[in-house]
């Protein structure tokens, strides 16, 4: 007769040790593409040279020497000594700190063989500065990122020919505008820009971006980088404590450029409104001529003080401001849906946006007579304190945390290179598999990417 009591143990002993072998490196395993230093680290040594600068756009305003930005691996410099969490970031060094933040990761394959995903450390934006700066290099443009794509085709062939390139990523530090400009002599180059996202050698390529196209295939956008990198969990759980009690006086806030606009625009509407209020409904933080760059106390103190921060488009439709106002616990609004919900779906899922933030059409601002003072204050208390604590619980998602950060910090939150990197993991499966079973067409039909949370 079978002893029953026996084979349970055994079959849950299976089960666990089952669970056990499990591989957590499943469908993640990244290799990091060897490259030559001329297309990333040498890259950093120039930083003040004549011909490609990369001092700090602010220093006139703040007196910072050029190239302390390049500290704590792109991080910049500390806000102040004392300080454990706050950096005086450029985002121009954001590709630096991503690929050190790659480096760490548990899942690196050396062999690419093994690998599900080829990281790329390029640094794209870096290497646009010499095309970007120079007026004379305006024709040569379209040649940004071309030494890559041979150095790739040429070098162990066998790692891009795998997939087709399908496999391959790499981050970019700017929008997807300023690096998609029409490749040939016939098309006219606009000044300040690349075709790095034309090149044919590098179309198959997933590109991580801080601002993504309309019709985006190539590339996602992942969250600007803003000056807040806690390195443990008690550090973030106290910045958010602080945001939660913060004592909200001011209705309203905006940072950002304060000259008034020639014709009729949103942010125009923005500065008459708060010019003829006279009492502290509206705050104007002004950030012109790169007064903000690395200050973060010159806002994150005033947006811990006002319940709602205006998000209007600048020369591109997001702004960094949108993310430091999610860390601040101030309610964004927005006046278009391509400033943040049409493009960071891996971070922010698009369906609970009217959990955390308000949407106020601009053409009903600009045109319709619509104001945004009046209909912010008709927005009951308990609604402004829900979606401020939503907005607090996505904090995390939109934060970057310093490389070496406790293992506490790495087990407790996904932050946004995390959800990137798991982001481009599933739209890399999506498309080998479609690649694996013979239906390439199924990569252009790919469903909504976003993530509900």
Same mark, same amino acid.
């Given at each position: ?26 469908? +993640? ?73 790659? @480096? ?22 870096? =290497? ?5 700066? =120079? ?82 295939? @190539? ?40 000259? +008034? ?24 933080? =002004? ?36 993310? =430091? ?26 369906? +609970? ?101």
């Amino acid at each position: 007769m079978p002893n029953f009591p026996f084979l349970l143990i055994l079959l849950t002993v299976a089960a666990v040790s089952g669970d056990d072998d499990a591989d957590p490196c499943a469908g +993640r395993r990244i290799h990091i593409r060897r490259l030559p230093p001329r297309f990333n680290t040498d890259l950093l040594r120039h930083c003040g040279a004549a011909s490609f600068p990369l001092s700090d756009p602010s220093s006139s305003a703040t007196s910072a020497p050029p190239c302390e930005s390049l500290a704590n691996h792109g991080l910049g410099p500390r806000t102040h000594p004392r300080t454990r969490s706050w950096y005086r970031t450029d985002p121009r060094l954001f590709e630096a700190f991503f690929h050190r933040r790659v @480096q760490e990761m548990g899942c690196l394959a050396a062999d690419p063989a093994d690998a599900d995903a080829v990281f790329v450390p390029y640094y794209a934006a870096l =290497d646009a500065l010499p095309y970007v700066l =120079d007026p004379a290099l305006l024709d040569a443009s379209g040649s940004h990122g071309a030494a890559l794509a041979e150095f790739l085709a040429r070098d162990s062939p066998r790692i891009l020919a795998r997939r087709q390139g399908h496999d391959h990523f790499l981050v970019v530090a700017g929008s997807a505008w300023d690096h998609a400009q029409p490749l040939g002599p016939q098309e006219s180059r606009l000044w300040g820009s690349t075709s790095l996202l034309r090149l044919p050698a590098l179309a198959n390529f997933t590109f991580l971006t801080l601002e993504s196209r309309a019709w985006a295939w @190539q590339e996602h956008a992942i969250p600007h980088p803003t000056s807040f990198h806690p390195s443990t969990l008690p550090l973030l759980r106290a910045w958010l404590a602080r945001a939660r009690r913060s004592r909200r006086d001011t209705l309203v806030l905006f940072a950002g450029g304060a000259a +008034r606009p020639s014709r009729p625009n949103i942010r125009g509407s923005i500065l008459a409104e708060c010019a003829n209020r006279t009492d502290a409904a509206c705050v104007v933080v =002004d950030c012109s001529n790169g007064r903000c760059a690395r200050d973060p106390a010159r806002y994150m103190r005033p947006m811990l003080r006002a319940r709602f921060c205006l998000q209007p488009p600048g020369d591109t439709p997001t702004r960094r401001s949108t993310f =430091d106002a999610v860390l601040a616990g101030c309610v964004p609004v927005f006046f278009e849906d391509l400033a943040a919900r049409r493009q960071y779906g891996w971070h922010l899922p698009p369906t +609970r946006y009217d959990e955390f933030s308000v949407h106020m059409p601009k053409e009903a601002v600009v045109f319709g007579g619509v104001k945004i003072i009046s209909t912010l204050e008709a927005v009951p208390g308990h609604e402004v304190r829900r979606m401020r604590e939503r907005a607090l619980e996505y904090a995390p998602r939109v934060m970057y945390r310093r490389h070496g950060s406790s293992e506490e910090l790495r087990e407790a939150v996904k932050d946004a290179v995390d959800l990137a990197v798991d982001g481009v993991l599933r739209r890399i499966r999506w498309r080998t598999s479609a690649l694996e079973e013979g239906r390439p067409e199924r990569m252009y039909t790919q469903e909504d990417e976003s993530v509900e949370e």
